[in-house]
């Protein structure tokens, strides 16, 4: 054991100053964390230690032998071992040189091998970075369409019912209720002011060439009275346009037959297509009409149409549109713009394009339907069943009234209405909706629902006038408004 450590330190001390140069280069060349410890190394049965010396002076120009040691492991001890531990080897220093520029001059390829795999890596990074953007992008549109629809479905025709009231370029309206309502008494107690002079044209609205009796009780009252009444022969359920060209040319040819002018009553979609029909062939009918009464007309639109028809609102959900275009365009024959042209939108892209003659006197009338439950026994004579001769000493036919809750279906729309959105409405069209704006607006008290117009009830009470009568006045207040217009204008151009 002494020998040994003799040896080893006479082999260590042979050039001192060339083994801190070499441990320095190691120090250098190796980091030392990653430096492996010799006392941990298994050393099986010998450890072979070659080391090189330089000589110290330039003189020293042979060069050294080289001892090969040789010992057994098990002869190391602690002591020997620490001293081992810091033995400089020239071998292991150009072996870590040779290492070190094999690295060297393999790093650039190792560079360019790192650079593409990264540049790879980034390229597949940005692409899946953009999927990533464009399917948030995705999410979030979607997610605003769909709170956007439900904004629409909650929301539906809360800002389009009377549009035409905040409308800043439309007339203003003038109250004329207290005229009619003395009128009306008038009528009642027998008093009648219409003349024969003008031809009285009443147009039904839609869905009336279903209803036998639409319109039927007030023509045959105006012709007990002398006066000549027509109900206008059009297809109730074509678009406005279509049905304004067909008024057109009834208007014209009951003008060319009887040289009088027609003074016009419209119900409902009626009152559209006959306010159409004045404000595109104008030009042509100014001499020939007299004025223009509408009676519970949508003329700013309904809430019905449109709810029905706009996306995102009852239609979508209860497949109601396709099964009202069936019934529209299948079962009745008709044209599914009947309705559309009722919606907000169409009205307004009307409306902005084709006024109202200001020249021409128009009265419009609007009602609120009752609610309360006496109205679910109110019933409607809307047609006669003719049955064959019965075993009769008269022999004659017998007719059986067909009769329908109406007034119960208006009813239970209006509550619809009122409770949505809060509006009064005759059950189909809202009070502010059926105002015209420049006319003269009747608003009773009276409890009316959208078919009270056109079809008898069962229910009435005399003392309270009926549909005829009501039609009386309000042609009468409207003759009375043209009268005082045609006055104004002649002070005008005097």
């Known amino acids: 054991m002494g020998l040994f450590a ?96 094999a690295s060297t001059s393999a790093r650039p390829h190792m560079h360019d091998q790192i650079s593409g795999t990264s540049d790879g890596v980034l390229s597949q990074n940005s692409s899946a970075l953009v999927e990533s953007n464009r399917t948030g992008q995705s999410g979030i549109s979607m997610f605003q369409s769909l709170i956007e629809r439900a904004r629409r479905t909650v929301r539906g025709s809360a800002d389009d019912i009377g549009w035409l009231q905040r409308d800043p370029g439309m007339p203003p309206v003038e109250d004329g209720t207290d005229r009619f309502l003395e009128i009306l008494d008038n009528i009642k107690h027998g008093v009648h002011k219409l003349p024969n002079s003008v031809v009285y044209l009443l147009v039904p609205g839609l869905f009336s060439n279903h209803g036998p009796l639409y319109f039927v009780d007030t023509k045959v009252s105006f012709s007990k009275m002398g006066l000549t009444c027509h109900i206008a022969k059009i297809h109730s359920e074509s678009s406005v346009e279509k049905n304004a060209r067909e008024l057109k040319e009834y208007i014209e040819e009951i003008y060319w037959g009887s040289q009088k002018r027609v003074l016009l009553l419209g ?47 009852l239609g979508d959900y209860v497949n109601l549109r396709k099964l009202t275009e069936i019934l529209i365009c299948k079962v009745l024959k008709g044209d599914m713009r009947a309705l559309e042209d009722l919606t907000y939108e169409r009205r307004r892209e009307f409306l902005k394009e084709h006024h109202l003659p200001k020249e021409v006197p128009v009265v419009s009338f609007r009602t609120e339907a009752g609610i309360s439950p006496a109205v679910l026994a109110t019933l409607s004579h809307v047609a006669h069943a003719e049955l064959p001769p019965l075993v009769t000493p008269a022999g004659e036919c017998t007719k059986l009234p067909v009769v329908m809750p109406l007034g119960a279906a208006m009813a239970a729309c209006a509550q619809l209405t009122q409770v949505r959105y809060g509006e009064k409405s005759d059950g189909l069209v ?65």
Request: with cysteine.
């Open 430 to 494: 809202t009070c502010r909706d059926a105002e015209v704006p420049g006319s003269v607006v009747v608003k009773p008290k009276r409890k009316l629902d959208h078919a009270w117009m056109v079809y008898s009830s069962l229910n009435d009470d005399p003392s309270e006038g009926d549909a005829s009568q009501v039609c009386e006045a309000l042609l009468t207040l409207l003759l009375e408004i043209g009268q005082k217009k045609m006055h104004e204008f002649a002070m005008k151009e005097e």
């Open 267 to 313: 119900h409902s979609k009626g009152g559209v297509d006959a306010a159409a029909a004045l404000s595109l062939y104008w030009s042509d009918l100014k001499d020939k009409v007299a004025g223009l009464a509408l009676a519970q007309s949508p003329y700013g639109g309904t809430p019905i149409a449109s709810d029905l028809l706009r996306e995102g609102q």
């Open 6 to 101: 003799s040896m080893l330190k006479w082999e260590i001390s042979f050039d001192g100053a060339s083994s801190k140069s070499a441990a320095s280069g190691i120090d250098h060349a190796l980091n030392r964390e990653s430096r492996p410890d010799i006392r941990n190394i298994d050393l099986k049965a010998f450890v072979n230690i070659s080391v090189e010396h330089s000589p110290r002076g330039s003189a020293a120009s042979t060069p050294l032998a080289q001892e090969l040691v040789d010992f057994p492991y098990a002869a190391i001890d602690s002591t020997s071992s620490t001293e081992i531990d810091h033995i400089p080897s020239n071998r292991i220093h150009l072996t870590s040189v040779e290492t070190s520029n």
